[in-house]
C-alpha cells in the first residue's frame, strides 16, 4: 500500500508538471494543443522516473541504462494511451478545454503504468 500511496504522489506531482508545462504552451500560443502535449508529458516523465526511483520502488537491481530503458519503454507505452485518449477526446468534442482532456488521458495511463514499473522496471527479476 505504501507504493502505491508514493506512486499516486508522483503521478500528482507529475500531473502538475504536466499541466503547468501544457499550460504555459498554450498560454503563451507557441504551440497547439496536440503538439504542446509532447514536451508536456516528456517534462512529467522525468519527473516521475525521479520520484519513483527514489521514493516509490527504490533503485532497481539493474544497471541504471537499463533500468532507463525499461522506465521508458513502460513510459513511452503508458504515454500512448494518455496521447490517444487526450487527442481522441479533443477531435470528437471540440470545446472541449484541453485540460479536461487532459484529466481523462492521465487518468487512463495510470493504472496501466503502476503495473508496468512495479513488475517490469522496479521488481525483481535478471536482466534479459
Known amino acids: 500500500m505504501k507504493k502505491l500511496t508514493f506512486f499516486l504522489f508522483a503521478g500528482a506531482i ?5 499541466m503547468g508545462v ?4 498554450l498560454e503563451f500560443r507557441m504551440l497547439d494543443p496536440f503538439s504542446a502535449r509532447a514536451p508536456a508529458i516528456g517534462a512529467a516523465l522525468v519527473c516521475t522516473y525521479m520520484i519513483n526511483r527514489t521514493f516509490t520502488f ?6 541504471v541504462a537499463v533500468e532507463g530503458v ?6 513511452l507505452i503508458s504515454t500512448l494511451i494518455n496521447y490517444t485518449v487526450y487527442s481522441g477526446l479533443l477531435l470528437i468534442l471540440p470545446g ?3 485540460y479536461i482532456a487532459l484529466i481523462f488521458g492521465s487518468g487512463s ?4 503504468a503502476y503495473l508496468g514499473y512495479s513488475r ?5 527479476g535478471p536482466d534479459l
Open 14 to 18: 507529475g500531473f502538475v508538471v504536466d
Open 22 to 25: 501544457l499550460w504555459l504552451l
Open 58 to 63: 527504490g533503485a532497481s537491481h539493474r544497471k
Open 70 to 75: 525499461r522506465y521508458g519503454s513502460v513510459g
Open 96 to 98: 472541449l478545454s484541453p
Open 109 to 112: 495511463a495510470t493504472s496501466f
Open 120 to 124: 517490469f522496471v522496479f521488481g525483481p
